[in-house]
């Protein structure tokens, strides 16, 4: 047994409302530079839709993450080594900027500065790239809210696999139409693709904490790593020619503070925590032939720290004593392994995904309310899953490879959990059956339910910092979170020039606040 701790990330659905302000602060705080205009390390996508690259869920055409080859053993979907020499210079599974989106903005001094007449002057949209007249056809939120879905929703990876494998067909007419919101960011994932495509070696593992970060240095711009990741969560800056992605926001949280689109979540649905993992498991966990297994099989490889026994090995390993205190503390670990609600999205790929997801059953109430019973009552509820507007089966695609076990599963916990505390909070007497169907007594369902429904800001984010002794030096880094920073990942610090005004201190007056005009006066 080969202890390692990971710091993993659990979304709750249900209380996702598209807001993206986390995709909003996301940008503000790492991509609002050149170079990477069309770059989202944060979105949130409309389901049913296709997501973010066009159809990225598609990976008979995009070849990412793993499968197994006839004896058995991963292989990268892309190929080899003698296949990525042969695409180096015309790789066919690289998303071209069209299947992501034309960046976008507007001609506004055409409105400032319009003469006085009778017309209404235009502001004509122009590539944020290019600078010149630019057509906008697609966007990274062009679905929201189901927008386009009648003519756009059949293109669902998920909608074509139903109807292709299954023979079920999803219907987008209005009295049928469903949806829900798919925040994603990197799953920095224990078997990650990405790192395994980079032929440079500048993609890496943290060993600390697990998060997968690009070396700015080592970079080439080879993009396999685009490619490699069947989340298409690597993105390519077309100015400085590296690579880049999401970084957990590792400024923050190693000074103990959660990533920015935790931190600014209007609907406090995301809880980050750390998880001891046996590392000598990965390979075989991901190497589970039935694709049905792999969520089960993940789900075996995290230890528990209350065990003596792995607790010792960890200290052995080098974990520290307040990292393993926090694993038995963390709001991950009880989602996923204590509680099961969580699910991992896409395990088919076999990158074993650390970001996890708890699939939304709200629809489930409004559903059986709008036929005139009561919306929260356990047994409505019960019957109603498998009737549930969100197909169910749509859900398994995406977390159990199809398995709707587990999905349904958790759906009846959330059930059972709403319905138990409604009756609690109306002083009623609850009615303990279905806690014993879904296998749960009173005490840990209203453990579950302070955990999803009331917990603190320490609950929901039992982070670790990354070391007592380089906290304070760690803090500066924390504040600004950026690639622009002094000391970030391999982008050189401010612009000659420039003012962080972030660590100023408000005193005196900074070279670079102001323009120098000729004659050295400012």
């Not at 598209?18 to 979105?43: A, D, L, M, P």
């Not at 395990?347 to 409004?366: A, G, H, K, N, Q």
């Not at 007497?429 to 009173?442: S, T």
Request: glycine residues 10%; aromatic residues 10%; hydrophobic residues 35%.
């Amino acid at each position: 047994m080969r202890v390692m701790a990971q710091l993993a990330m659990v979304m709750n659905l249900d209380k996702c409302i598209g807001c993206h302000t986390c995709s909003v602060t996301c940008k503000q705080t790492w991509t609002n530079r050149g170079g990477v205009e069309y770059v989202w390390f944060n979105n949130v996508e409309a389901r049913p839709g296709q997501g973010y690259p066009r159809r990225y869920e598609d990976q008979r055409q995009w070849r990412g993450g793993w499968t197994l080859d006839r004896r058995g053993r991963l292989k990268l979907r892309g190929g080899g080594r003698l296949r990525k020499l042969a695409t180096l210079f015309a790789n066919p599974d690289l998303p071209e900027l069209d299947d992501y989106y034309q960046p976008w903005t507007y001609d506004y001094r055409s409105l400032l500065e319009a003469p006085l007449g009778d017309d209404t002057p235009v502001a004509r949209p122009n590539s944020a790239i290019t600078g010149r007249p630019a057509s906008v056809r697609w966007g990274p939120n062009w679905e929201d809210s189901l927008g386009g879905i009648p003519e756009h929703g059949e293109a669902d990876p998920v909608v074509a696999k139903l109807r292709t494998e299954l023979g079920t067909r999803i219907r987008f007419e209005f009295e049928q139409s469903f949806l829900f919101y798919l925040p994603r960011i990197c799953e920095h994932c224990l078997n990650p693709s990405c790192v395994a495509s980079c032929p440079s070696g500048a993609m890496y593992k943290r060993a600390e904490d697990g998060i997968v970060l690009v070396d700015q240095d080592r970079c080439r711009g080879w993009r396999m790593c685009v490619s490699g990741c069947p989340y298409k969560k690597v993105y390519f800056n077309h100015k400085t020619g590296k690579a880049e992605k999401c970084t957990f926001c590792y400024p923050r949280v190693e000074v103990g503070q959660p990533t920015i689109c935790s931190e600014t979540c209007v609907g406090r649905l995301r809880y980050i925590g750390v998880l001891l993992y046996d590392a000598d498991r990965v390979t075989d966990a991901a190497k589970v032939r039935d694709e049905r297994e792999l969520y089960p099989a993940q789900r075996d490889i995290f230890l528990d720290p209350d065990d003596p026994a792995v607790a010792a090995a960890a200290a052995r390993a080098g974990i520290p004593h307040d990292w393993i205190e926090a694993a038995r503390r963390s709001p991950v670990r009880d989602l996923i392994c204590r509680y099961r609600v969580a699910l991992p999205l896409h395990p088919e790929y076999r990158t074993m995904p650390m970001v996890w997801y708890i699939p939304p059953l709200s629809p489930v109430v409004d559903a059986v309310a709008e036929t005139g019973f009561d919306g929260e009552d356990a047994g409505n509820l019960f019957g109603a899953i498998d009737a549930l507007r969100i197909p169910i089966e749509y859900l398994a695609e995406l977390f159990t490879a199809g398995d709707i076990g587990p999905v349904r599963d958790s759906l009846r916990k959330l059930a059972a959990m709403r319905t138990y505390m409604r009756s609690v909070n109306l002083d009623e007497p609850p009615d303990e059956e279905p806690l014993r169907a879904v296998g749960l007594d009173a005490d840990e369902l209203a453990s579950m339910y302070r955990l999803l429904a009331i917990a603190k800001y320490d609950e929901r984010y039992v982070i670790p910092t990354a070391g007592i002794g380089d906290a304070h030096e760690l803090e500066s880094l924390a504040t600004t979170c950026s690639l622009d920073t002094d000391g970030g990942p391999g982008m050189g610090g401010l612009r000659s020039g420039s003012t962080d005004l972030v660590v100023w201190d408000g005193s005196g007056r900074p070279e670079g606040m102001f323009p120098t005009l000729r004659g050295g006066r400012s």
